[in-house]
């Protein structure tokens, strides 16, 4: 662990200040001495003899002892913190308070108040790391966390792209900031989540970086220790509540025909039929017009649909009552019949909150958006007008074929900051929660690099990438942004993305972030688990074999199977190359998310992509169940035989 330093405000007469001194000379930890240090007094009485004479080694190596620690520092939490927040919240926030990010009683908070509860909080999650309680310190690191946004909020607007300092200069508010960053990380880490750790160092990086004295940007780089560049992987499940066991199969189609491997493209599925339409290859200037179907239950080859009548990319399609819309930002919204296979369009209008009819609003085709169904349909961000993205968000009635605009400003409205509602952006994901009552974005970026080629406000050599999550409520019309909890991935935009609803799950994989290195291209998968009470929590899937490093593949899930497929995407060829000059490469493979499946990925990782049936391309013992090979064994395959087929389904012939 790195050296962490606390502070208290000496204006608190309710905290005992200075207490740390009551620690035996041999406790070495100053996470235990950031604990004391925030106690009331009546506390550090009750704490008696072992706040005197326990050393935090003899804590962690005594299972008893390191329970009743724990037990005490989480049971009196409430108390002590409502010294400052009072008895209206539980800390950390749950549902029952709102559980959002944004909270009124800290944004009311002094800097002081903010400055004590921030060094409580990192001392709770000092305490808990260092007694293995990985969870729950994770949970406090996210309150640092929330404090830091809720004094952002309670001071001018600024920009989500433009690093906060209080006025006046705080240098303490940043080390606190820092300290649960770092703390965050060495968690993150032990999770085997390397990209959010990776995250959490190099925003602490930023943050030291970002301060105007030279010399308080050297005491805070301090509190760093040099990232390892000993890559994590183990295939071990530590923290159940936080990791779970996964499997990607690659899946093959048994005739010859193959779409083009494409990127930027749409993708969904109905009856049970994999559609693949529009979107670009990689490393050439060609769109494609043309739409693909391939039959997930028969697997017997693509076949090609009747194509829409230009070429398009970044753009979506979603099923409603047997069409397929296609949203590009025009008045006219075009569908594929997908009973009669031919294409057909609606014409439809904006209206006011009267009905009164209103001028369209977008002057050039709409990309780079997401859109979501409910009964009714809802598009939100993407780009028509300014290269950074937009946050316009609004419903299409289709009794009715009359928009609503529901909030954002349009582009031919100076952009101001918001605290209330997303801001402007591209390329990000979304869901539609199990009950049907909210709406999710995750991340995404602010493209300031396109800004910067058309020379205009809010240019950057490097883009921006969110790390927010804001929910709509469909009721009561309004955003809220909510908690990216648990073993969170890291933030990212172009990332596969949907929700499973007989998981009830949602599925994350792969996307790219932006660095001053390039674009960081991942190949991991999180879920969001929405079954349990209280606030999802995100949990890392330990998979030993996975598609590889991709952006703006399509994640779709199959409503008749609950079963989830992988299409498409790119990847950089620094990540993967390609023996040629293209500077990216795009896939046309398909690969199916098989969840807790986790026996035939531990026997692919162990026995490489050749052990597989010949007829349906499981991996297993088996080595003939569908074909001839050379390497046919007769035992293994007359033993792996029946588990195969019961598992699989596989009826080829023995």
Known sequence: MYARSFYHPAT???????????????????????????????????LGPMAKKTKV????????????????VLSGSTRRVALLVGGQIKVPLDPANGGGVKCAIYMNLTMDECLTAMTYYNG???????????????????????????????????????????????????RQRLLGLMTASDVLLKFGNTGSAAYCRNLGQEVAKSLPSGVDELSLR?????????????????????????????????????????MAH?????????????????????????????????????????SYKQPFLNCQMVVHEGKAYLCRGYAQLDYLDLERESWGGIQTHFVDERGKKLQWPFHRGLTDYT????????????????????????????????WRHLSGAHDSVPLKQDYDQPGVRKNYASWVDPGGKKIYILYSMADRQAVRLFETEFASSEGFVYDDCWSWDIAEKNWQRERVAGNFPCPRAEMSLCYNPAMKQTILFGGYRLTRFGLNHFSDTFILDHSGPGHPRWRKVIIGNFPTYRAQGQLVVDPATGRTYLFGGYTNTDWIPTGKHDLTRSYGELWEFRGLDWEDDRRAALLGPWMSCYACRSIG??????????????????????????????????
């Open 12 to 46: 608190c007469s309710d905290y005992e200040v200075g207490q740390a001194a009551s620690v035996d000379p041999g406790c070495s930890d100053p996470g235990f001495r950031g604990i004391l240090l925030c106690r009331p007094k009546k506390d550090l009485i009750q």
């Open 57 to 72: 080694a003899d804590i962690v190596n005594n299972p008893k002892l390191e329970a009743a620690f724990t037990a005490y």
């Open 124 to 174: 709770v999650a000092t305490a808990l790391y260092e007694t293995d309680q990985l969870a729950q310190a994770l949970q406090w690191t996210l309150e640092v966390d929330v404090l830091h946004k809720d004094a952002r909020f309670a001071a001018h607007p600024i920009f989500d792209w433009e690093i906060f300092h209080p006025l006046p200069a705080c240098l303490e508010f940043h």
């Open 222 to 262: 301090r509190e760093l220790i040099p990232w390892s560049s000993i890559i994590y992987r183990s295939l071990d499940i530590k923290y159940p509540d936080l990791q779970v066991r996964g499997s990607w199969q690659r899946l093959k189609w048994r005739e010859s025909s193959r779409v083009t491997s494409c």
């Open 266 to 306: 749409a993708c969904f599925i109905h009856k049970s039929r994999l559609y693949v339409c529009g979107g670009q290859r990689s490393g050439t200037l060609e769109l494609y017009p043309d739409v693909w179907c391939l039959d997930l239950v028969k697997m017997n080859g693509w076949r090609e649909v009747p």
């Open 371 to 402: 859109a979501n169904i409910d009964s009714k349909l809802y598009v939100f961000g993407g780009k028509y007008g300014r290269p950074i993205g937009c946050n316009y968000y609004y419903v299409l009635d289709f009794a009715t074929r009359t």
């Open 621 to 654: 013992v088996w080595k003939r169940c569908g074909g001839a090979s050379s390497l046919r064994q007769s035992d293994l395959s007359k033993d792996g035989w029946p588990e195969h087929k019961e598992k699989h389904g596989c009826r080829a012939r023995k």
